[in-house]
């Protein structure tokens, strides 16, 4: 079965475009947002609370944002969502150009921009089964990761060549063009009426939710193993990260790490294509050990060269490890109740990031850099291997355990 074989499918390749066209968006944002808080700032804490005002928004109505996805037409809500966000990151855009960009109004607006990111997750990952047969999940799914990441590299090199060389304001301008191209590419999506799920009573469709998550041991307890590894990895590296780049290899520098992190997820793409483990999870989850990499070296070793292994190795072990996620999810869970698992997945994944977006900048003032970066790696490794204790964690299988051609 050809990798490509889901672009034969109109809404498919719709789906694609939109999700290729936001990520690009939403790689160029946090680059482009967190030089223009340190342009006006200067601080580690500022910067901390601008990201995690919107991460923390973001975890909030997480929740709503799966019920609304299994209720409505989900290619609607990725159009509505993609326009809200592109209106905000206008306005922030405006805000640094006009020179009006205090803390409170980059806080604010970050705000409305992790709200309307909170409505448009759970329908993203939900929506790819209604776009193609069920045989053809695998191929999609990996084929989606190829093209969001190649958004991805795009975004973080565009984002760190237009801050150097435009200044961030201009970045995050760009930033609100693509969000409305997303939105034109979503509204080429066409969906069978029949598989629009309605209901009624928002928390009873929650309990529902609530119980195909819990009711597996394999979802929750790799939803755990993610509220740190995220934590960890992803909140510090957004802070203290740009600031390590500041004081060391230069923004450019920060903005290349990024891509090369995505270009690895790229080549992970690629791998997880063609290598269909018959326990596919299992492996994945290993190779989560992978993401302590750049913490680690941010810590002990904040040089380009080392820094620029160290994203490409956890780019393409953490591919392996969504693809598989993806698709577990997606065969396992019954599709009317897929996005609101999707929504209690991301909820408990990204719950505790904000926290440690919020505490990296007071924690590095308190303890220093290295150790805060240090432990944060440790902590990627000890939570990984408790996941892996899980019976069900190492012993699932998919039934798309074949091997795909390209």
Known sequence: ?????????????????????GTFGNSVAPVALAFAVLDRTGSAVDLGLVVGARSLANVLLLLFGGVLADRLPRAVILQGTEIAAGLSQALIAVSVLCGFSSLPVLVSLSVVNGAVSAMSLPAAAAITPQTVPRELLAPSNALLRLLVNGGRIAGAGVAGVAVAAAGSGWALAVNALLFFAAALAYHAVRLPRAERVSGAR??????????????????????????????????????????????????????????????????????????????????????????ALPVLTLGWWPSLVPLLIAMLAAGLAMEQFSVAWDVSLQEHIPPDRLARVYSYDMLGSLAAMPLGQIAAGPLVQHFGRETVLVACGVLILVSTGLALCSREIRQLTNRQDVPTGS
């Open 202 to 291: 928002p928390i009873a469709e929650l309990v529902a939710g609530w119980h195909e998550f819990r009711s597996r041991t394999w979802v929750w307890v790799v939803v755990a193993q993610f509220a740190f590894v995220n934590a960890a990895g992803l909140g510090t590296l957004v802070v203290i990260g740009p600031v390590v780049a500041d004081e060391t290899f230069g923004r450019s520098g920060w903005g290349l790490a990024l891509a090369t992190q995505t270009a690895g997820a790229l080549a992970g793409g690629i791998v997880a294509a063609h290598w269909r483990p018959r326990r596919a999870l299992f492996a994945g989850v290993l190779l989560v050990t992978m993401e």
């Open 1 to 21: 079965m050809s990798l490509l074989e889901p672009l034969r499918h109109r809404s498919f390749r719709a789906l694609a475009a939109g999700r290729t066209l």
